[in-house]
């Protein structure tokens, strides 16, 4: 049974050999100027922004919709989006940029919304990449970017929102 073994385990070592030696290339490698063939990540990051006034608003909204004006950005729920009557809570902290912290946590939407957020207090000179609304956590760390539509002439950019959490402008 123990020369079976060997056997079994010799065939096995000299057939990965054999095919790891056909993966080789025999050619040298090129010289002279390389292409690099894969496209060089998409740069990211929050927007720098002049800090807002600190603003709070909370407003009770239901199946019907309804519109929340904080600061200079605009928070949409269509109607559909809820089931039963919310307070929603949005809160735009003065140091945090064009951040805002929407509450209640995770709530999330039958139908999307959409939040619409100035840049208009943001540098964006040299930027040539359009805006984004990012999902991010408290301490502003981009989780993902969302479904998003800039529109650099009014200086605003809307997002879809599928659920409740922090959102910010980034690039």
Sequence with gaps: MARRTRVTCVVALLVVGLLSGRCASDRPSPTGITANLTKPPKPSGLLQCSPLPSTTVKQKIG????????????????PGALAVPVTIQAKLASSSGNAIEFKPAGLVFLTPASVTLSYANCNTLGLTYSKQVAYTTDSLTVVYYVSSQDDPSAQRVTGRVD????????W
Excluded: E, R
């Excluded at 919709?65 to 269509?78: A, D, S």
């Excluded at 659920?163 to 980034?170: E, G, L, Q, Y």
């Design 63 to 78: 199946p019907a919709g309804g519109t929340l004006l904080i600061g200079p950005h605009v928070f949409v729920i269509p």
């Design 163 to 170: 659920h409740f959490s922090d959102f910010a402008v980034a």
